[in-house]
C-alpha cells in the first residue's frame, strides 16, 4: 500500500493551496483518512480528519480555512487550504486507517508534501 501525496509548494499569505493524496495498492477498505502536519522543531499534529461516516474533525487553527474531502472511487484524499497563513508552514502528511483483506488493518502514512507560506 502507498500514500503519494502531492500539490505543495511556495505560496504568499492569503493565497490558497490544494493537496492530493491517493492510495494505491492491495486495498479492501479504507476507513478514516487524515491530514497531518509537522512544522520544524515541533511535533506532528492534526489538521484535519474524515471518516468514512460520521463528523468530520478539524484542528482549531485551521477551522474556517480549510477544507477535507474524499473520493472514495479513487481512494483519494484532498485538502483545500485557503487564507493561508506563514504559521502553516510544514510538511503535510496523509494518513490511512485501512484494511488490505478483511482482517488485516493498519495505519499508513504519506511521505510528505512541503507547503511554505511566506509573509
Known amino acids: 500500500v502507498q500514500l503519494v501525496e502531492s500539490g505543495g509548494g511556495l505560496v504568499q499569505a492569503g493565497g490558497s493551496l490544494r493537496l492530493s493524496c491517493a492510495a494505491s495498492g492491495s486495498i479492501f477498505r479504507i476507513d478514516a483518512m487524515g491530514w497531518y502536519r509537522q512544522a520544524p522543531g515541533k511535533q506532528r499534529e492534526l489538521v484535519a480528519n474524515?471518516?468514512?461516516?460520521?463528523?468530520?474533525k478539524y484542528s482549531d487553527s485551521v477551522k474556517g480555512r480549510f477544507t477535507i474531502s474524499r473520493d472514495n472511487a479513487k481512494n483519494t484524499l484532498y485538502l483545500q487550504m485557503n487564507s493561508l497563513k506563514p504559521e502553516d508552514t510544514a510538511v503535510y502528511y496523509c494518513n490511512a486507517d485501512l484494511f488490505t483483506t478483511w482482517n488485516n488493518r493498519g495505519i499508513y502514512w504519506g511521505q510528505g508534501t512541503q507547503v511554505t507560506v511566506s509573509s
Open positions: 474524515i471518516p468514512s461516516g460520521g463528523s468530520i
